[in-house]
Protein backbone atom coordinates (compact mmCIF):
# COMPACT_ATOMS: atom_id res chain seq x y z
CA UNK A 1 0.00 0.00 0.00
CA UNK A 2 1.92 3.45 -0.54
CA UNK A 3 2.06 6.30 1.75
CA UNK A 4 -0.69 7.91 0.43
CA UNK A 5 -3.58 5.34 1.03
CA UNK A 6 -2.34 4.32 4.06
CA UNK A 7 -3.12 8.06 5.18
CA UNK A 8 -6.16 8.19 2.77
CA UNK A 9 -7.95 4.76 3.97
CA UNK A 10 -10.45 4.41 1.25
CA UNK A 11 -11.88 0.85 2.14
CA UNK A 12 -14.95 0.14 3.60
CA UNK A 13 -13.38 -1.57 6.78
CA UNK A 14 -16.91 -2.70 7.79
CA UNK A 15 -17.48 -4.82 5.41
CA UNK A 16 -14.34 -7.05 6.66
CA UNK A 17 -16.73 -7.64 10.28
CA UNK A 18 -18.59 -10.80 10.88
CA UNK A 19 -21.73 -10.58 12.51
CA UNK A 20 -22.40 -14.33 13.55
CA UNK A 21 -19.44 -14.89 15.90
CA UNK A 22 -18.10 -12.34 18.82
CA UNK A 23 -15.74 -9.95 17.16
CA UNK A 24 -11.62 -10.24 17.22
CA UNK A 25 -10.20 -7.22 18.61
CA UNK A 26 -9.48 -5.83 14.91
CA UNK A 27 -13.06 -6.25 13.70
CA UNK A 28 -13.62 -3.52 16.56
CA UNK A 29 -10.70 -1.65 15.40
CA UNK A 30 -12.49 -1.97 11.90
CA UNK A 31 -15.68 -0.40 13.63
CA UNK A 32 -14.21 2.31 15.75
CA UNK A 33 -13.16 3.36 11.97
CA UNK A 34 -16.27 4.11 11.13
CA UNK A 35 -16.39 7.00 14.45
CA UNK A 36 -15.11 10.19 12.35
CA UNK A 37 -14.07 12.89 14.71
CA UNK A 38 -15.09 15.80 12.76
CA UNK A 39 -13.22 18.43 13.36
CA UNK A 40 -10.53 16.81 12.53
CA UNK A 41 -11.56 15.07 9.83
CA UNK A 42 -10.27 11.89 9.93
CA UNK A 43 -11.47 8.44 11.57
CA UNK A 44 -10.56 7.87 15.32
CA UNK A 45 -8.38 4.90 15.13
CA UNK A 46 -6.34 6.61 12.10
CA UNK A 47 -5.75 9.44 14.24
CA UNK A 48 -4.00 7.54 17.53
CA UNK A 49 -7.30 8.65 19.39
CA UNK A 50 -8.50 4.96 19.94
CA UNK A 51 -6.01 2.79 22.12
CA UNK A 52 -6.15 -0.27 24.18
CA UNK A 53 -9.66 -2.24 23.51
CA UNK A 54 -10.55 -5.30 25.45
CA UNK A 55 -13.51 -7.62 25.14
CA UNK A 56 -15.63 -10.20 27.62
CA UNK A 57 -18.80 -11.52 27.77
CA UNK A 58 -20.04 -8.88 25.24
CA UNK A 59 -18.46 -6.09 27.09
CA UNK A 60 -16.07 -3.75 25.11
CA UNK A 61 -13.75 -1.36 26.70
CA UNK A 62 -11.83 1.54 24.22
CA UNK A 63 -9.68 3.79 25.87
CA UNK A 64 -9.77 7.09 23.84
CA UNK A 65 -7.57 9.56 24.16
CA UNK A 66 -8.70 13.06 23.29
CA UNK A 67 -6.58 16.15 21.74
CA UNK A 68 -7.64 18.10 24.69
CA UNK A 69 -9.76 16.83 27.69
CA UNK A 70 -12.23 19.29 27.32
CA UNK A 71 -12.83 18.63 24.07
CA UNK A 72 -16.38 19.70 23.15
CA UNK A 73 -17.15 16.66 20.68
CA UNK A 74 -16.70 14.03 23.53
CA UNK A 75 -20.70 13.07 23.60
CA UNK A 76 -20.70 12.83 19.98
CA UNK A 77 -18.00 11.05 19.73
CA UNK A 78 -19.17 8.82 22.64
CA UNK A 79 -22.46 8.13 20.73
CA UNK A 80 -20.67 7.50 17.13
CA UNK A 81 -18.90 4.78 19.34
CA UNK A 82 -21.22 3.24 21.10
CA UNK A 83 -24.19 3.24 17.91
CA UNK A 84 -21.40 1.37 16.07
CA UNK A 85 -20.68 -1.22 17.89
CA UNK A 86 -23.68 -2.18 19.90
CA UNK A 87 -25.12 -2.66 16.16
CA UNK A 88 -22.92 -5.84 16.38
CA UNK A 89 -25.10 -8.54 17.80
CA UNK A 90 -22.58 -10.11 19.98
CA UNK A 91 -21.63 -6.67 21.71
CA UNK A 92 -23.74 -5.54 24.75
CA UNK A 93 -21.93 -3.31 26.52
CA UNK A 94 -19.33 0.15 25.61
CA UNK A 95 -17.36 0.98 28.19
CA UNK A 96 -14.81 3.99 27.54
CA UNK A 97 -12.25 4.98 29.21
CA UNK A 98 -11.19 8.79 28.86
CA UNK A 99 -7.89 10.00 28.67
CA UNK A 100 -5.52 13.23 26.92
CA UNK A 101 -2.71 13.35 24.35
CA UNK A 102 0.39 13.53 25.79
CA UNK A 103 1.60 17.34 23.33
CA UNK A 104 3.93 15.02 21.30
CA UNK A 105 0.81 12.57 20.44
CA UNK A 106 -1.35 16.11 19.69
CA UNK A 107 1.22 16.84 17.22
CA UNK A 108 1.65 13.87 15.82
CA UNK A 109 -2.13 13.78 15.10
CA UNK A 110 -2.09 17.43 13.89
CA UNK A 111 0.08 16.55 11.56
CA UNK A 112 -1.93 14.16 10.28
CA UNK A 113 -4.81 16.28 9.67
CA UNK A 114 -2.77 18.73 8.64
CA UNK A 115 -1.55 16.45 5.91
CA UNK A 116 -5.13 15.18 5.17
CA UNK A 117 -6.10 18.96 4.68
CA UNK A 118 -3.30 19.43 2.34
CA UNK A 119 -3.96 16.49 0.34
CA UNK A 120 -8.14 17.68 -0.04
CA UNK A 121 -7.19 20.92 -0.72
CA UNK A 122 -7.57 22.56 -4.38
CA UNK A 123 -5.22 23.91 -6.84
CA UNK A 124 -4.07 27.64 -6.55
CA UNK A 125 -2.07 29.35 -8.57
CA UNK A 126 0.81 30.00 -5.74
CA UNK A 127 3.74 27.96 -6.82
CA UNK A 128 4.21 24.78 -4.44
CA UNK A 129 7.74 26.16 -3.22
CA UNK A 130 6.49 29.45 -2.44
CA UNK A 131 6.22 29.81 1.86
CA UNK A 132 3.02 31.25 2.90
CA UNK A 133 2.69 33.29 5.96
CA UNK A 134 -0.91 34.66 6.76
CA UNK A 135 -0.71 37.85 9.32
CA UNK A 136 -3.89 37.58 11.66
CA UNK A 137 -4.92 38.64 15.04
CA UNK A 138 -7.97 38.62 17.02
CA UNK A 139 -9.14 42.20 16.11
CA UNK A 140 -8.55 45.28 14.21
CA UNK A 141 -5.71 48.10 14.92
CA UNK A 142 -3.10 45.78 16.17
CA UNK A 143 -0.71 46.76 13.18
CA UNK A 144 -1.63 43.37 10.88
CA UNK A 145 -1.01 45.65 8.17
CA UNK A 146 2.13 47.50 9.08
CA UNK A 147 3.81 44.03 10.13
CA UNK A 148 2.66 42.89 6.63
CA UNK A 149 4.15 45.44 4.54
CA UNK A 150 7.40 45.95 6.45
CA UNK A 151 7.99 42.52 6.59
CA UNK A 152 7.11 42.37 2.81
CA UNK A 153 9.74 45.44 2.29
CA UNK A 154 12.43 43.48 4.81
CA UNK A 155 11.98 40.13 2.87
CA UNK A 156 12.10 42.18 -0.59
CA UNK A 157 15.32 44.07 0.53
CA UNK A 158 17.16 40.87 1.04
CA UNK A 159 16.72 39.64 -2.50
CA UNK A 160 13.22 37.95 -2.11
CA UNK A 161 10.61 37.67 -4.41
CA UNK A 162 7.47 38.54 -2.37
CA UNK A 163 3.41 38.45 -2.93
CA UNK A 164 1.24 41.03 -0.65
CA UNK A 165 -2.46 39.54 -0.94
CA UNK A 166 -4.99 41.83 0.61
CA UNK A 167 -7.18 39.80 2.80
CA UNK A 168 -8.67 42.76 4.38
CA UNK A 169 -10.91 42.69 1.83
CA UNK A 170 -13.56 45.46 2.96
CA UNK A 171 -10.94 47.18 5.52
CA UNK A 172 -7.90 47.32 2.49
CA UNK A 173 -5.13 49.59 3.30
CA UNK A 174 -1.87 48.01 1.35
CA UNK A 175 -2.20 49.82 -1.60
CA UNK A 176 -2.03 52.83 0.47
CA UNK A 177 0.88 51.87 2.71
CA UNK A 178 3.18 50.43 -0.21
CA UNK A 179 2.60 54.12 -1.91
CA UNK A 180 0.86 51.21 -4.98
CA UNK A 181 -2.59 52.38 -5.75
CA UNK A 182 -2.80 51.55 -9.55
CA UNK A 183 -5.73 49.35 -11.21
CA UNK A 184 -5.14 45.86 -11.37
CA UNK A 185 -5.36 44.60 -14.88
CA UNK A 186 -6.03 40.83 -16.42
CA UNK A 187 -4.46 39.36 -19.55
CA UNK A 188 -5.39 36.33 -21.50
CA UNK A 189 -2.42 33.40 -20.91
CA UNK A 190 -1.85 30.46 -22.69
CA UNK A 191 -3.73 27.19 -21.57
CA UNK A 192 -5.94 29.18 -19.30
CA UNK A 193 -9.63 29.59 -20.14
CA UNK A 194 -10.07 32.97 -19.02
CA UNK A 195 -7.62 35.72 -18.14
CA UNK A 196 -5.21 35.94 -15.30
CA UNK A 197 -4.62 38.98 -13.11
CA UNK A 198 -1.63 40.57 -12.98
CA UNK A 199 -0.18 42.02 -9.49
CA UNK A 200 1.28 45.33 -9.45
CA UNK A 201 4.89 44.85 -9.15
CA UNK A 202 7.13 47.10 -6.92
CA UNK A 203 11.54 47.24 -7.04
CA UNK A 204 12.87 47.10 -3.40
CA UNK A 205 16.64 46.54 -3.29
CA UNK A 206 17.39 43.59 -5.27
CA UNK A 207 13.64 42.37 -4.84
CA UNK A 208 10.31 42.73 -5.99
CA UNK A 209 6.82 42.93 -4.19
CA UNK A 210 3.99 41.56 -5.99
CA UNK A 211 0.96 43.08 -4.40
CA UNK A 212 -2.70 42.71 -5.18
CA UNK A 213 -5.52 43.94 -2.87
CA UNK A 214 -9.76 45.04 -3.53
CA UNK A 215 -8.40 48.23 -2.95
CA UNK A 216 -6.80 48.40 -6.62
CA UNK A 217 -10.33 47.00 -8.11
CA UNK A 218 -12.71 49.55 -6.41
CA UNK A 219 -12.54 53.31 -5.87
CA UNK A 220 -12.36 53.59 -2.33
CA UNK A 221 -13.57 51.69 0.55
CA UNK A 222 -17.32 53.45 0.75
CA UNK A 223 -17.61 51.80 -2.41
CA UNK A 224 -15.83 48.56 -1.50
CA UNK A 225 -18.73 48.20 1.44
CA UNK A 226 -21.19 48.83 -1.26
CA UNK A 227 -19.97 45.80 -2.67
CA UNK A 228 -19.86 43.99 0.03
CA UNK A 229 -21.65 40.65 -0.16
CA UNK A 230 -21.68 40.42 -3.59
CA UNK A 231 -18.39 40.19 -5.78
CA UNK A 232 -16.15 40.90 -2.94
CA UNK A 233 -16.75 37.40 -1.05
CA UNK A 234 -15.14 35.66 -3.67
CA UNK A 235 -12.18 38.12 -3.83
CA UNK A 236 -9.64 35.71 -1.94
CA UNK A 237 -10.33 33.16 -3.61
CA UNK A 238 -10.03 34.80 -6.93
CA UNK A 239 -6.36 35.98 -5.75
CA UNK A 240 -5.71 32.74 -5.10
CA UNK A 241 -6.65 31.08 -8.31
CA UNK A 242 -7.05 33.83 -11.07
CA UNK A 243 -3.54 35.63 -10.00
CA UNK A 244 -0.54 35.43 -12.13
CA UNK A 245 1.99 35.57 -9.29
CA UNK A 246 5.11 33.98 -11.10
CA UNK A 247 7.74 32.89 -9.06
CA UNK A 248 7.32 33.69 -5.54
CA UNK A 249 9.39 33.14 -2.16
CA UNK A 250 6.96 34.12 0.07
CA UNK A 251 3.43 35.01 0.02
CA UNK A 252 1.93 37.17 2.62
CA UNK A 253 -1.58 37.26 3.25
CA UNK A 254 -2.64 40.82 5.48
CA UNK A 255 -5.88 38.56 7.33
CA UNK A 256 -9.08 40.85 7.88
CA UNK A 257 -9.84 41.07 11.93
CA UNK A 258 -11.45 37.89 13.73
CA UNK A 259 -11.59 34.53 13.00
CA UNK A 260 -14.24 34.47 10.31
CA UNK A 261 -15.15 33.29 6.89
CA UNK A 262 -12.07 34.65 4.98
CA UNK A 263 -9.43 32.57 7.69
CA UNK A 264 -11.46 29.44 6.96
CA UNK A 265 -11.82 29.76 3.15
CA UNK A 266 -7.69 30.21 3.71
CA UNK A 267 -7.18 27.32 5.70
CA UNK A 268 -9.33 25.22 2.68
CA UNK A 269 -7.69 26.62 0.48
CA UNK A 270 -4.49 26.95 1.05
CA UNK A 271 -3.79 24.56 4.41
CA UNK A 272 0.08 24.96 3.84
CA UNK A 273 -0.34 28.88 4.87
CA UNK A 274 1.70 29.39 8.40
CA UNK A 275 -0.06 31.97 10.78
CA UNK A 276 2.21 35.04 12.59
CA UNK A 277 -0.23 36.09 14.99
CA UNK A 278 0.10 39.99 15.74
CA UNK A 279 -1.30 41.31 19.23
CA UNK A 280 -0.44 44.15 21.29
CA UNK A 281 0.79 43.66 24.90
CA UNK A 282 -2.48 44.74 26.76
CA UNK A 283 -3.75 41.34 28.25
CA UNK A 284 -7.22 41.97 26.72
CA UNK A 285 -5.93 41.71 23.46
CA UNK A 286 -3.78 38.62 24.07
CA UNK A 287 -6.89 37.12 25.01
CA UNK A 288 -8.61 38.02 21.65
CA UNK A 289 -5.40 36.68 19.86
CA UNK A 290 -6.21 33.90 21.26
CA UNK A 291 -9.05 33.19 19.38
CA UNK A 292 -7.24 33.27 16.32
CA UNK A 293 -4.70 30.59 17.51
CA UNK A 294 -7.53 28.57 18.27
CA UNK A 295 -9.13 29.19 14.98
CA UNK A 296 -5.69 28.06 13.26
CA UNK A 297 -5.82 24.84 15.81
CA UNK A 298 -9.46 23.82 14.11
CA UNK A 299 -8.16 25.00 10.58
CA UNK A 300 -5.12 22.50 11.04
CA UNK A 301 -2.51 25.50 10.27
CA UNK A 302 0.54 26.31 12.08
CA UNK A 303 1.40 29.27 14.30
CA UNK A 304 5.22 29.79 12.97
CA UNK A 305 5.19 32.96 15.75
CA UNK A 306 3.76 35.69 17.56
CA UNK A 307 4.63 39.39 17.20
CA UNK A 308 4.32 41.82 19.69
CA UNK A 309 3.09 45.37 18.65
CA UNK A 310 3.09 48.56 20.14
CA UNK A 311 5.27 47.27 23.05
CA UNK A 312 6.51 50.51 24.24
CA UNK A 313 7.35 53.65 23.53
CA UNK A 314 10.41 55.93 24.12
CA UNK A 315 10.24 59.61 24.90
CA UNK A 316 12.86 61.89 23.82
CA UNK A 317 14.31 61.89 27.08
CA UNK A 318 15.11 57.91 26.39
CA UNK A 319 12.57 56.83 29.07
CA UNK A 320 10.36 53.54 28.15
CA UNK A 321 6.54 53.65 28.64
CA UNK A 322 4.59 50.79 28.63
CA UNK A 323 1.29 52.14 27.00
CA UNK A 324 -0.39 49.66 26.60
CA UNK A 325 0.74 47.21 29.40
CA UNK A 326 3.69 44.21 28.87
CA UNK A 327 3.86 40.85 28.69
CA UNK A 328 0.88 39.87 26.39
CA UNK A 329 3.26 38.90 23.45
CA UNK A 330 5.24 36.46 25.79
CA UNK A 331 2.27 34.88 27.56
CA UNK A 332 0.20 34.75 23.93
CA UNK A 333 3.19 32.53 22.64
CA UNK A 334 4.01 30.30 25.23
CA UNK A 335 0.00 29.79 25.83
CA UNK A 336 0.16 28.38 22.03
CA UNK A 337 4.00 27.22 22.32
CA UNK A 338 5.44 28.96 19.57
CA UNK A 339 8.16 31.79 19.71
CA UNK A 340 7.66 35.20 20.38
CA UNK A 341 9.41 36.86 16.91
CA UNK A 342 9.91 40.52 18.09
CA UNK A 343 8.72 43.21 20.15
CA UNK A 344 8.03 46.39 17.60
CA UNK A 345 7.65 49.79 19.90
CA UNK A 346 5.51 52.26 19.06
CA UNK A 347 7.29 55.24 16.70
CA UNK A 348 5.69 57.84 15.32
CA UNK A 349 7.76 56.15 11.81
CA UNK A 350 5.60 53.54 11.40
CA UNK A 351 2.65 55.53 11.24
CA UNK A 352 4.12 58.43 9.38
CA UNK A 353 5.06 55.28 6.77
CA UNK A 354 1.94 53.68 6.61
CA UNK A 355 1.02 57.17 5.44
CA UNK A 356 3.59 57.94 2.67
CA UNK A 357 3.73 54.77 0.98
CA UNK A 358 7.52 54.05 2.31
CA UNK A 359 7.68 51.11 5.14
CA UNK A 360 9.71 52.50 7.82
CA UNK A 361 12.16 49.27 7.19
CA UNK A 362 12.91 50.99 3.79
CA UNK A 363 14.33 54.12 5.53
CA UNK A 364 15.98 51.98 8.60
CA UNK A 365 15.66 54.79 11.06
CA UNK A 366 14.59 53.89 14.51
CA UNK A 367 14.10 50.84 16.60
CA UNK A 368 10.59 49.89 15.00
CA UNK A 369 12.78 49.24 11.74
CA UNK A 370 15.45 46.98 13.16
CA UNK A 371 13.19 44.72 14.52
CA UNK A 372 11.03 44.16 11.92
CA UNK A 373 14.13 43.69 10.13
CA UNK A 374 15.51 41.01 12.71
CA UNK A 375 11.56 39.25 12.55
CA UNK A 376 12.40 38.98 8.76
CA UNK A 377 15.91 37.73 8.90
CA UNK A 378 14.40 34.67 11.46
CA UNK A 379 11.90 33.80 9.05
CA UNK A 380 14.22 33.61 5.96
CA UNK A 381 16.55 31.56 8.55
CA UNK A 382 13.63 29.67 9.25
CA UNK A 383 12.37 28.50 5.53
CA UNK A 384 14.36 25.60 4.19
CA UNK A 385 15.67 26.46 0.37
CA UNK A 386 12.00 24.87 -1.28
CA UNK A 387 13.67 25.22 -4.40
CA UNK A 388 15.73 21.93 -3.40
CA UNK A 389 12.79 20.29 -1.95
CA UNK A 390 9.68 21.06 -4.77
CA UNK A 391 8.59 18.04 -6.34
CA UNK A 392 10.52 15.73 -4.40
CA UNK A 393 7.95 13.62 -2.58
CA UNK A 394 10.61 11.95 -0.56
CA UNK A 395 11.38 15.13 1.17
CA UNK A 396 7.35 16.15 1.58
CA UNK A 397 8.17 12.38 3.57
CA UNK A 398 10.91 13.62 5.56
CA UNK A 399 8.83 16.43 7.43
CA UNK A 400 6.12 14.03 8.38
CA UNK A 401 7.21 12.61 11.70
CA UNK A 402 7.04 9.01 11.68
CA UNK A 403 4.51 8.78 14.11
CA UNK A 404 2.45 9.49 11.70
CA UNK A 405 3.75 7.51 8.83
CA UNK A 406 4.51 4.35 10.32
CA UNK A 407 1.12 3.12 11.13
N1 LIG B 1 4.46 50.18 16.02
C1 LIG B 1 3.66 51.19 15.71
N2 LIG B 1 3.96 52.45 16.07
C2 LIG B 1 3.12 53.48 15.75
N3 LIG B 1 1.99 53.35 15.08
C3 LIG B 1 1.63 52.12 14.68
C4 LIG B 1 2.44 50.98 14.97
N4 LIG B 1 1.83 49.90 14.43
C5 LIG B 1 0.71 50.32 13.84
N5 LIG B 1 0.58 51.66 14.00
C6 LIG B 1 -0.55 52.48 13.53
O1 LIG B 1 -1.73 51.98 14.14
C7 LIG B 1 -2.80 52.00 13.21
C8 LIG B 1 -3.35 50.58 13.03
O2 LIG B 1 -2.35 49.79 12.40
P1 LIG B 1 -2.68 48.79 11.20
O3 LIG B 1 -1.39 48.22 10.74
O4 LIG B 1 -3.54 49.47 10.19
O5 LIG B 1 -3.53 47.70 12.02
P2 LIG B 1 -4.51 46.54 11.51
O6 LIG B 1 -4.11 46.18 10.11
O7 LIG B 1 -4.30 45.42 12.49
O8 LIG B 1 -5.88 47.08 11.59
C9 LIG B 1 -2.26 52.60 11.93
O9 LIG B 1 -2.57 53.96 11.91
C10 LIG B 1 -0.77 52.38 12.03
O10 LIG B 1 -0.04 53.35 11.34
MG1 LIG C 1 -5.22 46.26 8.38
Redesign the pocket.
Known amino acids: MSFISVLHPTAPYTTYVSQTQAPSINDIRSLLRAVIDPELGDNIVDLGMAGDITFTDGLVTVAMKLTIKGCPLRVQIRNDIESRLLAHPAITKVTIDWGEMTPDERTAVMTRARWNAKEQASDTAVPANTRILA ?1 A ?1 G ?11 NLAAALAQAGKTVGVLDA ?1 IW ?1 F ?1 IPR ?1 LGMPDRLQARAVDGRDKPMIVPNVRVVGSGLLKVVSTGMLVEDESTALMWRGLMLTKAVEQFLHDVEWGELDYLLI ?1 MP ?1 GTGDVQMGLARMLPRTDLLI ?1 TTPAVSAQKVAIRAADMARRSFLRVAGVIE ?3 TFECDHGTQYALFGTGGGQTLADEIGVKLLGQ ?12 SGEPVVLSNTGK ?1 AGVFLAIAKRIIDDTPDMTEMSGCSARTEDIVPVSVRSR
Do not use: L, Q
Not at 139 to 145: H, L
Open positions: ISKGGVGKSSVTVDGSMDPVNMSVPIESTVAAGGDA
